[in-house]
């Protein structure tokens, strides 16, 4: 009996057409350049080595990705709502790009299912599929063009996922909530900022309350770290954490 041998040629046209086909079932288009995707879904705990020799990951599409969708969410909000100030403006935007948000959006369009990641206990996937969304746009944009991004972001994310009036009215200002609560039941808080020493250019904050921490949180501003710590300090002083401080 002879064995068919496929070429090694034949065999990585197949491995392509796959990625192709998944590609287009699950985000409805078909890519022309599959390494930028490979790249895009590739973490930095798993590292991808290409044709150069060089070995890549998705930190720098990530960099341009949420460059892209920032001006994307502006443009598409700044025409939505022609009525509003800069201030509401800035808060929505910022409630959409934010990163817990963002790795909500990217478990909905199943991105998640294309990522490769080696994580551990000691390396969370914290933001990692937030990361890896930022990195698939900026993917497309480097394969299809801004205007082909454009619209993509606006009617497989914007449109089809998120509810921008339930938006505009929850309060997601978790530092000005959390600051009301130690005011109400006079508690000691301090939230301080730092570099983190992991993450050379990302924040980290903690929030302090009685001298205990009660939340951490990373960003890539002092601002959206500040807002995280504040977050998971809210869920726990608010009866839904492990502690009460009451």
């Known amino acids: 009996m002879v064995v068919p041998i496929l070429s090694p040629v034949k065999t990585l046209f197949s491995k392509n057409r796959r990625f192709y086909r998944r590609i287009k079932s699950?985000?409805?288009?078909?890519?022309?350049?599959?390494?930028?995707?490979?790249?895009?879904?590739?973490?930095?705990?798993?590292?991808?080595?290409?044709?150069?020799?060089n070995i890549v990951n998705n930190e720098r599409?990530?960099?341009?990705?949420?460059?892209?969708?920032?001006?994307?969410?502006?443009?598409?909000?700044?025409?939505?709502?022609?009525?509003?100030?800069?201030?509401?403006?800035?808060?929505?935007?910022?409630?959409?790009?934010?990163?817990?948000?963002?790795?909500?959006?990217?478990?909905?369009?199943?991105?998640?299912n294309f990522l490769i990641a080696h994580t551990n206990s000691s390396s969370p996937k914290k933001n990692l599929y937030g990361d890896a969304l930022e990195a698939f746009l900026g993917a497309i944009y480097l394969d299809m063009g801004y205007k082909f991004t454009k619209k993509f972001?606006?009617?497989?994310?914007?449109?089809?996922?998120?509810?921008?009036?339930?938006?505009?009215?929850?309060?997601?200002?978790?530092?000005?909530?959390?600051?009301?609560?130690?005011?109400?039941?006079?508690?000691?808080?301090?939230?301080?900022?730092?570099?983190?020493?992991?993450?050379?250019?990302?924040?980290?904050?903690?929030?302090r309350i009685e001298q205990e921490i009660f939340g951490s949180g990373t960003g890539r501003s002092k601002k959206e770290a500040e807002q995280s710590a504040a977050e998971k300090a809210l869920f726990k002083v608010n009866g839904n954490g492990s502690q009460d401080i009451e």
Not at 28 to 52: M, W
Not at 71 to 89: R, T
Not at 168 to 185: G, I
């Open 153 to 207: 972001i606006e009617q497989e994310l914007i449109l089809k996922y998120i509810d921008l009036d339930k938006m505009r009215n929850t309060d997601t200002n978790y530092k000005s909530q959390l600051l009301e609560w130690v005011q109400k039941y006079k508690k000691e808080m301090t939230i301080y900022t730092d570099n983190d020493p992991t993450q050379p250019d990302k924040f980290v904050s903690y929030v």
């Open 26 to 53: 699950t985000f409805g288009f078909c890519p022309h350049n599959h390494l930028l995707y490979e790249i895009a879904f590739t973490h930095r705990s798993a590292q991808l080595k290409v044709a150069d020799g």
């Open 61 to 112: 599409l990530e960099f341009l990705g949420d460059a892209i969708l920032d001006a994307v969410v502006a443009d598409f909000l700044f025409k939505k709502f022609p009525n509003e100030n800069e201030g509401f403006l800035t808060q929505m935007r910022s409630k959409i790009v934010k990163r817990e948000y963002l790795n909500v959006l990217a478990r909905k369009m199943g991105l998640n």
